[in-house]
C-alpha cells in the first residue's frame, strides 16, 4: 500500500481548480480537497493523510477508511506535522512543492511528488472509474504513474543489494 503525505494548502495554491474554488469560499475549497482525496483513496489501495496549517474552519469529517485528515493547530505548521509523521516509514510519498519541506524528508529517506502529479494522479483515476463502470467486468490494473513509480523502488532496491 502506497502512502501519501499531503501538504494541504501547498496543493490548494497549486492547482487551478482548488484556486477558483478557494476564491470564493474557503471552507468549501478544504471540503473540495477532503473529497477528492477520499475518492482515490476508495479507488486505490492507498492510505492519504492530508494535512492543513492551523485550525480547522468546521468539523472534521470522520470515516473515509484510509484517509486521515490533520489540522497542524495554531503552534505548529503543517510542514512540521508532515515531516514528523512522514519518517516513519522511507516509502512514504509526501505531495508538496515546498523547498523546505522536500528537504527535510529526503535528507530522512522520502520521496516527493509535485500536486500537480498528484492531481494527475487523482484526474486519471476519476476517469478510469467512470470509463470502468460503463465497461464492467474489465480488471483494473496500475495506471502509468503507479508503474514508474514502482520501477523506481524497483530499481532502488536492487542498487542497495549490489
Known amino acids: 500500500m502506497i502512502h501519501y503525505f499531503i501538504d494541504g494548502h501547498n496543493t490548494i495554491h497549486s492547482i487551478p481548480t ?4 478557494l476564491d470564493r469560499d ?15 483513496c476508495d479507488s486505490r489501495n492507498v492510505k492519504i493523510v492530508l494535512v492543513f496549517d492551523g485550525n480547522p474552519p468546521f468539523e472534521i469529517p470522520k ?13 505548529r505548521d503543517a510542514d512540521s506535522v508532515i515531516a514528523e509523521k512522514a ?17 527535510l524528508i529526503t535528507a530522512n529517506g522520502c520521496r516527493y511528488i509535485s500536486p500537480e502529479q498528484f492531481y494527475e494522479l487523482f484526474a ?15 480488471e483494473r490494473g496500475l495506471m502509468p504513474q ?5 520501477k523506481r523502488e524497483m530499481n532502488e532496491a536492487l542498487k542497495k543489494k549490489k
Open 18 to 21: 482548488y484556486l477558483e474554488i
Open 26 to 40: 474557503y471552507p468549501s475549497c478544504l471540503q473540495r480537497v477532503i473529497t477528492d482525496c477520499a475518492a482515490y
Open 146 to 150: 503507479e508503474v514508474a513509480w514502482w
Open 63 to 75: 470515516g473515509h477508511g484510509t484517509l486521515k485528515v490533520v489540522f497542524s493547530g495554531s503552534k
Open 124 to 138: 486519471t483515476s476519476k476517469k478510469k472509474k467512470a470509463r470502468k463502470s460503463s465497461q464492467s467486468g474489465k
Open 87 to 103: 519518517q516513519l516509514a522511507k516509502s512514504n510519498i509526501v505531495v508538496t512543492n515546498d523547498g523546505g519541506l522536500k528537504r
